[in-house]
């Protein structure tokens, strides 16, 4: 894995984000590494992220598919690009479409693998397929389709100084 | 719109969902109604769920269509078997499948109204579709696949007594 994960990278001011921003402090701050050409994210889901007793809350299995699929897409349009995550200019994704497929309920207590894989880089558009794994089974399957934010939307934000209103 | 929302007829030991479950407190609590053949739930996002700065968390937008989906397929379950949601036994609903398209970027600040459409029941399975609007626009729409919880295993559910670790 490497030192610094990619959420690290971000410009300050899209680092609020409730999944993956390192300044919500509030959220779930995940973290993604490279591995090979996968991506993985260690989360440990809190007591009370549950659907019924003893079971992981799927919406929080959607978050980690969106926010982990959002961060290897950056990733990979640096790599694509032959540069690194702390040059310039910043590349940023948002969703697009999110789907996410329960193959079984995943288990509360055990710390959760989210491990992506980049299925295409086109254009302005990534795909990434993604599963969670528990205790050495896989649980979940998603696929994220992401699009690169505009430059100039990443130049607006970045140059905000007011911190979000909650933060 | 009815008085008593669907999550509010769920067994106890089936609402300590962080989406929808009335018993976590940590959670989002959302309620859900029928307002002629479609549901409906207002959401207000709390101040720090957020993307970026002035826009919705695309997780929370999922999570919402998640539990506002399997909400609706319980309540058109009942509908199905003519009985109202306090007559035994209690029928519920887990996610087998979630798939999210983001239009358009959420803003927050706005109460948001999730609308969901029953489009089929056929058997255990219930497929939902749902959109969420945002000052009079759609800006996300989503699908579930839910699939009804095994007797057995709501029985097993509700004769718990014990409170989960959280809460």
Redesign the interface.
């Known amino acids: 894995m490497s030192e610094k994960a990619f959420q690290d990278y971000y410009p300050d001011?899209?680092s609020?984000?409730?999944?993956c921003g390192r300044l919500?402090?509030?959220?779930l701050q995940i973290k993604s590494f490279w591995e090979g050409d996968e991506t993985v994210c260690i989360f440990q889901p809190?007591?009370?992220?549950?659907?019924?007793?003893?079971y992981v809350?799927?919406?929080?299995l959607?978050?980690l598919i969106?926010?982990h699929g959002t961060g290897t897409a950056a990733a990979a349009a640096y790599r694509a690009e032959g540069r690194s995550m702390d040059s310039e200019p910043p590349l940023r994704f948002?969703?697009?479409?999110?789907?996410?497929?329960?193959l079984k309920?995943t288990p509360l207590g055990v710390p959760l693998e989210v491990r992506g894989n980049v299925q295409e880089v086109k254009g302005r558009k990534v795909m990434i397929t993604a599963s969670i794994i528990a205790d050495g089974e896989i649980t979940v399957r998603g696929e994220v389709v992401a699009v690169q934010v505009p430059e100039v939307m990443v130049e607006q934000?970045i140059h905000?100084t007011d911190k979000?209103?909650?933060?």
Chains 1, 2 share one sequence.
């Open positions: 001011q899209m609020y984000c409730y999944g919500n402090e509030y959220g809190r007591s009370y992220h549950i659907a019924v007793p003893g809350y799927g919406g929080l959607a978050s969106d926010c948002l969703t697009a479409s999110l789907h996410v497929d329960y309920p934000l905000k979000p209103a909650c933060i």
